[in-house]
């Protein structure tokens, strides 16, 4: 737009064109662009005039909408609230639940709806439910459902679906299987969430029976039952129901099925399985198919796990892509289970070329040194790391232990006492159940001088 043309009426129109933009940027999570248009809000303070304020709202339902909770949030108290409507409330606690934030966050913001009289709509209480499922919370999950009966809401397909979906991952599927009954009405997600806890929870037998009843199948149903055979160590009835999904009814082997397969196949070992599958892929190829680093990362963790490293070293050279840090980190992992240090000496030259600054693999490999008895080795290459000035993030570990959350974050300097009282807690309260699964690791203590080990077992 060249200056002499702009007037004042197109000055006027100018926040409601950046509204209609930044909606745009919402419904395709174009952050990038979003930002882009925010900076331009910003420097010409277009949205701090009051009749402009809809463009902060306008911001806050992008970030929303890109799963940046923090911004959201910040843009969501910067709203006049005569402004505010039931969407900006519904928005925000959808993003924190939906998204990598603490639950607690988003059960304090529904608690402060409910405490300035916010409506709540289907949107609000299935976030609700997404929070209770999160932390398997059944009491919340409960609490809500009463919400949903006094206020009158009643129970939609959405809903519904919700609460299935919480009461399979609390391993409750009598309460899965009522609320699918009493449902009036049922869609393709409410017969895979059933399918989902039925194959979870009573057997991949049983889960056939209700596949089998399924009157619409989408690839999430195939996917479960699928996975299922595979990890339950039925890969032949496995592949049997891929090959019929692909040739029969001509669904493609999508991301989501190949990914969950191949995860199903690493977590039972089946090595075999695995290797067909990546085949079969590989085949489909340029027809539906396209094989993505993720399912290489998920193939080279199987192999990895199974001890085949050699082979899941030529599977990286052959990729069709250069590999990134999830597929070389998996396999250093796999050398550090298998005590292969050589190849994960070479691997970790490859990952620091891609990020010097992450401790996580420096870490894995100074433990594996000290597990070989190479300890100058590893005490040189914490040296290194602090020479550098990069220090290890601190880690946090959440424990369910007798009925409560243990965490434990792994302490520095003034910390260190603190950290000890809750090993020594956790431990204490261990021996108190009634059965414990042998395990032994090794933590180095915080980049130091010293070379102090600490070995925790029980």
Known sequence: ???????????????????????????????????????????????????NSFLLNALHHLYASCGVASSARHLFYQIPRSHKDVTDWTTLLSCLAQHRTKPSEGFCFFKEMRKEGVVLDDVAMISVFVLCTRVEDLGMGRQAQGCLVKMGLGFGVKVCNAVMNMY?????????????????????????????????????ENGRVVFDEMPERNGVGWTIMIAGYVGNGFSRKGFILLD??????RLGLNFVTLSSILSACAQSGDVLMGRWVHVYALKGMGREMHIMIEHYACMVDLLGRAGHLEEALMLIKKMPMYPNEVVLGSLLGSCNAHGKLQLGERILQELIEMDQHNTEYHVLLSNMYALEGKQEKANSLRQILKSRGIRKVPG?????????????????????????????????????????????????SEWGDESQISTIGY
Not at 244 to 249: A, Q
């Open 244 to 249: 019929e999904m692909v040739s029969r009814f």
């Open 168 to 204: 399979v991952k609390c391993g409750l599927v009598e309460e899965v299987r009522r609320v699918f009954c009493e449902m009036n009405e049922r869609n393709v997600v409410s017969w895979s969430t059933l399918l989902e806890g039925v194959v979870k929870w009573e057997g991949v």
């Open 396 to 444: 946090v570990t959440s424990i369910y232990v007798g009925g409560e959350v243990e965490e434990l974050v792994e302490a520095v300097c003034k910390a260190d006492d603190e950290l000890k009282r809750k090993r020594r807690s956790f431990f204490h309260n261990a021996t108190h159940l009634d059965s414990l699964t042998a395990f032994s690791f090794t933590l180095f």
């Open 1 to 51: 737009m060249k200056c002499s043309t702009i007037n004042f009426t197109t000055l006027q129109s100018l926040p409601a064109h950046f509204r209609s933009l930044l909606r745009s940027c919402a419904r395709n999570s174009s952050l990038s662009t979003g930002k882009k248009l925010h900076a331009v809000i910003l420097t010409s303070g277009l949205a701090s005039s009051s009749p």
